[in-house]
């Protein structure tokens, strides 16, 4: 199993480009997520989704769009770059057992992405 | 919604001195407590956790304790070495709950 693939890993953008980060999982795991880290801030929820076709924000989404298709992947759309959305970007994946949700989280690489 | 406060946020040690971290949660529903451990440039890892019917769980020279009456629980790390230099995460979620409340992170720094 790979796990938690995040793609890029580096990303320089212009304000108001657009751009996708991109986040799959090999483990057949229902729940997806996006963080972002911020120095002294912890982990910031964006958005998550609980199984294919199900998504709901997080703590900070604006400017953030997600979508789930499939159950593997999990993509973030930056619609249009602003500065403060320069940080580090982590895809996290969970699963159930017994039905019940876990809690456990599997973070991918994370993508740092920088916008001049 | 639910808070967890963690503290210090920077933790300086000795070589074989142990570490303590500390963190508050607001919502008694909360029942599942794990701790993450980031490596500089890494991705967060999930190094030990504990459930709301124990109130003490060892994984060799960390032990994470909970007391639910209060509502904080603690990392406890022995033998420092510095390879356990990194920021450590505390988190809380509900059962069946997927989503977990970080606390903000404490960088402990283990000198040789």
């Known amino acids: 199993n790979a796990g938690v693939t995040q793609t890029p890993k580096f990303q320089v953008l212009k304000t108001g480009q657009s751009m996708t980060l991109q986040c799959a999982q090999d483990?057949?795991?229902?729940?997806m997520s996006w963080y972002r880290q911020d120095p002294g801030m912890g982990l910031r929820l964006i958005h998550y989704?609980?199984?294919?076709?199900?998504?709901d924000q997080g703590e900070v989404p604006n400017g953030y769009n997600v979508s789930r298709s499939t159950t593997e992947d999990f993509p973030l759309r930056l619609l249009s770059a602003a500065p403060s959305q320069t940080s580090v970007y982590f895809c996290?994946?969970?699963?159930?057992?017994?039905?019940?949700?876990?809690?456990?989280?599997?973070f991918g690489e994370g993508s740092r992405l920088t916008v001049l | 919604g639910e808070n967890v406060e963690q503290h210090p946020s920077t933790l300086s040690v000795q070589e074989g001195d142990s570490a303590v971290i500390k963190c508050t949660y607001s919502d008694s529903a909360s029942n599942y407590f794990p701790w993450y451990k980031q490596e500089l440039g890494k991705r967060p890892q999930l190094i030990i956790d504990i459930r709301s019917n124990v109130g003490e769980k060892k994984d060799q020279r960390i032990a994470v304790t909970l007391n639910k009456t209060a509502k904080h629980f603690s990392l406890h790390i022995t033998e420092t070495q510095p390879e356990d230099s990194a920021v450590y995460f505390c988190?809380?979620?509900?059962?069946?709950?997927?989503?977990?409340?970080f606390g903000r992170g404490t960088s402990l720094i283990v000198h040789p």
């Open positions: 989704s609980v199984g294919a076709g199900i998504t």
């Open positions: 483990m057949n795991h229902e729940y």
């Open positions: 996290a994946s969970s699963y159930s057992y017994r039905g019940v949700a876990t809690g456990e989280l599997f």
């Open positions: 988190a809380a979620s509900k059962q069946g709950s997927y989503i977990p409340t």
